[in-house]
T-cell receptor, first 111, second 114 residues
Framework: GNSVTQMEGPVTLSEEAFLTINCTYT??????LFWYVQYPGEGLQLLLK?????DKGSNKGFEATYRKETTSFHLEKGSVQVSDSAVYFC??????????FGQGTELSVKP | DSGVTQTPKHLITATGQRVTLRCSPR?????VYWYQQSLDQGLQFLIQ???????AKGNILERFSAQQFPDLHSELNLSSLELGDSALYFC?????????????FGPGTRLTVL
């Protein structure tokens, strides 16, 4: 079945540093891929998505490219801010109607 | 604010008890999903309803059940509660069941079983 593997956290960065959070997936066919973000005490919010190979999703300075050849969807941001501190979840959409989430990566950005 | 509401926000109960969690989807969304978030299991899909009918089932225990009503709100019933059922329970909704559609998440219900 589908699965998602994310790099383990927590990740601690200084403000304005470059961020990469790795995500790889296994799936049957070509699932849609998502990054969700969970701020402290809140539910998940969609950050970005890509629905087919080579698509690049982007939002709020974050980007991720759907790489079929490496089955990856790594999240990047060129310059992180303290307000980006949150838990980030990579997910793919299973044909059976469910989102399969990675274990989440906690990001802490220090001023 | 995602437009998805969940009640109650917090629930504290004892082992063996039964609780009901409620979710109201965004206006116009026909699909409702339930997820469980715990420290050891992470975020896991439980069940999906679309326009009143069960569409997909995940790692949902037999002690748990759900339904979606004609007004599209959904309830998740948890019975014979165990300590390990303590978790955050999220509801999400989407317009349809299409794989590319965004799921909008509610703020969650934190269940504590003592």
């Amino acid at each position: 079945g589908n699965s998602v593997t994310q790099m383990e956290g927590p990740v601690t960065l200084s403000e304005e540093a470059f961020l990469t959070i790795n995500c790889t997936y296994t799936a049957t066919g070509y699932p849609s891929l998502f990054w969700y973000v969970q701020y402290p005490g809140e539910g998940l919010q969609l950050l970005l998505k890509a629905t087919k190979a080579d698509d690049k999703g982007s939002n709020k300075g974050f980007e991720a490219t759907y790489r079929k050849e490496t089955t990856s969807f790594h999240l990047e941001k060129g310059s992180v801010q303290v307000s980006d501190s949150a838990v980030y979840f990579c997910a793919n959409y299973n044909q059976g109607g469910k989102l399969i989430f990675g274990q989440g990566t906690e990001l802490s950005v220090k001023p | 604010d995602s437009g998805v509401t969940q009640t109650p926000k917090h629930l504290i109960t004892a082992t063996g008890q039964r609780v009901t969690l409620r979710c109201s989807p965004r206006s116009g969304d026909l699909s409702v999903y339930w997820y469980q978030q715990s420290l050891d299991q992470g975020l896991q899909f439980l069940i999906q309803y679309y326009n009143g009918e069960e569409r997909a089932k995940g790692n949902i225990l037999e002690r748990f059940s759900a339904q979606q009503f004609p007004d599209l709100h959904s309830e998740l019933n948890l019975s014979s509660l165990e300590l390990g059922d303590s978790a955050l329970y999220f509801c999400a909704s989407s317009v349809s069941t299409s794989g590319g559609n965004e799921q909008f998440f509610g703020p969650g219900t934190r269940l504590t079983v003592l």
